[in-house]
Every structure is written in C-alpha cells, then in structure tokens.
C-alpha cells in the first residue's frame, strides 16, 4: 500500500510536468536562478548584478534547494523538465517522510498509511512539488529533521544528535524557517538535559555548529567561483534587510490566519487556447483541509490531556511553522503554510484513528481522492473547457 501512494503520488507530480515550457510565477527568480548556477556563474549568488527583463537573481534564500534543482538540469538539460523533476522526487519523498514520523507517532502503520494518503491527495503540496521553489525542498528537510528527532528521542545517542545536527544544517541551508526547528528541538532537548551538563558540548555541536559549517558549506560553490567573504557575509546581511523590511504588495497575498480555511488561493498560471483554458491554481484539497482544523483541535485536547509527547511533537510541528507569520513583517502566501500540512494530515489520521468507524474513514477518503481528481487540472495547468473552469471557483476570494 505505501508503493502505491508513493507511485500515485510521483505519477500525478510527474505528469506533464514539462508544461508551462517557461517560466511562471516565481520561476523568474527560482528557476533562472537554478540555471545561471547550473552554469556556474557567480553572478547568481550575488544580489548587485542586472539580469534579462522578467528574471531577476533568487540571492533572498540560502542556495541548497537549487543547488539541488540544478542536478535535473545536468541530467536533463536546460528545459522546464530539467530544473523540476529534482523538487518531483523531493515531494514524493516529502510523502514517504510524512508516513514514516506518523508511523512513529501513532504507534501504527495502517494509520500512517493513511496520513502519507491524506497528503498525496493534497493540491499544495502537489503543486509546489511541480514548481521550481524552495518550499517543497524546506519541507522535505524540515519532515526528515522531524524524523532525526523522533529517532534521537526513541534512542538518544550522540551519533543520533550528531545526525538531527547534519539535517539540521541541510534545512536552513534551505531556507532561514529551519531556525524554527532548531529553536524547537534545541528547547526541547535543552530542557531535557538542564542537570546534564556534561551533554552540553554534543548538545552545541550539534544544534549549533554543525548547522552553521553545513550553512557556509552550502557556498562552496560560490567560493569556489571567485566570491569573496566579506561579500558573503553581506550577502547575508541584505537577505535579512529584503525578507524583514520587503513592503510590496500581491494581489494574491493573505494573512496568515485565513491559511486553514482556505480564504486565498494563489494563481500561478493562466494560458488562453480559445474556448480553452489552463490555470495552476496554488491551493489545498479542501475537504481534507477543512477536517483537518478540527481534527488539530482534538489532538492538541488529546495532547494535553494525555500528556503525550508524540502528540505534542506533532502539534508543534503544525504550529511552530505557521504561528510566527503572525508576526512577519512581509507580506505573505498561502504556500507558506505548506510545512504544516502534512501534520494536519497526521493529526487528522489520528482522529480518525480514535474515532474507530471504518465507514467515516473510508468516506473521508473517497471525498478526499473525488476533490483531488476534481481539482487535478486546476492545479497542474491542463487545458479544459472554460464553463468547466468556472466551477472551481467555489468563493469570491477564490478568483
């Protein structure tokens, strides 16, 4: 059964993925980026150099997720396949991951088949899996240092703290949201280990240093290529200016609490073919998301109630990646949400799990693959008719 989620889930992202044949939405950025470094131009790093009108250098994140896009471009070529089918393993791999920590924390492999199914049948993370964005590589990492963690707790070793380190620095090498987990893990252990001061060291090395090194490390190529220190710690220093002063606006941004409900999809691509049309539309299964919000509830009372720490690593999960764009000075998407899903799904699988009636399971599950089939050309930009497209559009905030 987990072979055919994974296959479903790696068919349905891999599934004319060459199209759009150019870039769309942040594309311009991510995509250009991963091919200028493909090439080995420095310039890509750097964020004082022009670019061809409509593409601009994607310098604002840490380079790891397009270093890693950019093997599909060696393998591939420099096409649409090329710098995508990297990040179509990466969230099939994010589904493997989801079942994998659900399996740890529900004490169960049947209902951690049932989460990694949840989350094959969701529309964001099926999308982000289809485009050149860092999201789906941080979320990737962010699973697998969820997994490192529960590992390091079920047996705690140095080399099990030592491998949460490695993932550790891998993830905000990333993206700079991994810092949430190292905070989170490193509070946990750290209060773990409050009388243990002969841990300390290990505790630092891991957490601390070894993210750090694996942070530089991901320049090499940079370095490698002429880059200078002192601009790369510039560098990083307008990366933090650009992601905590940044005022634009988006006609498709949203706040950070209207992300559960679904409130504003993001739309990011259209392409006209007469009476025709192809959109990619950046949103969830809505079914399944909508159960998924009481289901959080009941497992945070659950967790609360019974003091689990596997419910609440799971509660974490799902809060520690979303609570704090209540406070993000920049505006925001709905795809921001994207690591949080797949801890909705494990706390949905959970409820389920202790609701016990194989009719509603089943129910869920049905509705939940009919929207995913319902939706699939919505969300992978295959061409239909336009009276059908218009039946997508269950609100007005969702045009």
Not at 62 to 84: E, H, M, Q, Y
Not at 371 to 388: E, N, Q
Not at 389 to 398: E, G, K, Q, V
Request: proline letters at 5%.
């Amino acid at each position: 059964m987990l072979g055919l989620i994974l296959a479903f889930a790696f068919l349905t992202r891999i599934f004319n993925l060459s199209y759009p044949p150019n870039f769309y939405f942040d594309e311009v950025y991510n995509a250009f980026t991963t091919l200028e470094i493909a090439k080995g131009n420095k310039d890509a790093y750097e964020w004082f150099h022009t670019t061809p009108p409509g593409t601009a250098y994607g310098w604002t994140h840490p380079p790891l997720a397009k270093l890693i896009d950019a093997t599909g471009i060696l393998v591939f070529g420099p096409n649409s396949f090329g710098w995508r089918i990297a990040n179509v393993l990466i969230g099939t791999g994010a589904i493997y991951l989801t079942y994998l920590i659900a399996k740890d924390l529900l004490g169960t492999k049947r209902w951690a088949l049932l989460a990694a199914g949840f989350a094959s049948l969701d529309g964001l993370l099926l999308v982000q899996s289809r485009i050149n964005m860092n999201d789906i590589v941080a979320t990737f990492f962010i699973l697998f240092s969820f997994w490192a963690f529960i590992k390091y707790q079920l047996k705690t070793s140095k080399l099990s703290l030592l491998r949460l380190g490695f993932i550790l620095g891998l993830l905000i090498a990333t993206k700079w949201t991994g810092l949430y987990a190292i905070v989170l893990f490193g509070g946990w252990i750290g209060l773990q280990n409050l009388k243990k001061i002969k841990n300390w060291p290990s505790i630092f090395i891991s957490l601390v240093f070894i993210p750090a090194v694996l942070y530089v490390l991901s320049y090499s190529q940079y370095f490698v290529l002429g880059g200078t220190w002192k601009n790369f710690l510039e560098l990083q220093n307008q990366m933090w200016w650009y992601n905590t002063t940044l005022k634009a606006t988006h006609t498709y941004q949203s706040d950070w609490w209207t992300w559960p409900f679904m409130l504003r999809p993001v739309w990011y691509f259209v392409d006209y073919a007469g009476d025709k049309i192809a959109n990619i539309y950046a949103m969830g299964n809505p079914i399944l998301w909508w159960l998924g919000i009481p289901a959080i509830l009941y497992t945070l009372y659950s967790a609360f109630k019974t003091r689990s720490w596997r419910l609440w690593l799971g509660i974490c999960g799902f809060l520690v990646f979303w609570l704090p764009w209540a406070r993000a000075p920049r505006i925001m998407f709905l795809y921001h949400y994207l690591p949080s899903i797949p801890f909705l799904y494990i706390a949905l699988a959970y409820t389920l799990q202790k609701l016990n009636n194989k009719f509603i399971t089943l129910g869920i599950c049905g509705l939940g693959f009919v929207v995913f089939v319902y939706f699939y050309s919505h969300w992978t930009g295959i061409h239909i008719p336009k009276s059908l497209a218009n039946s997508y559009f269950w609100f007005p905030s969702w045009k």
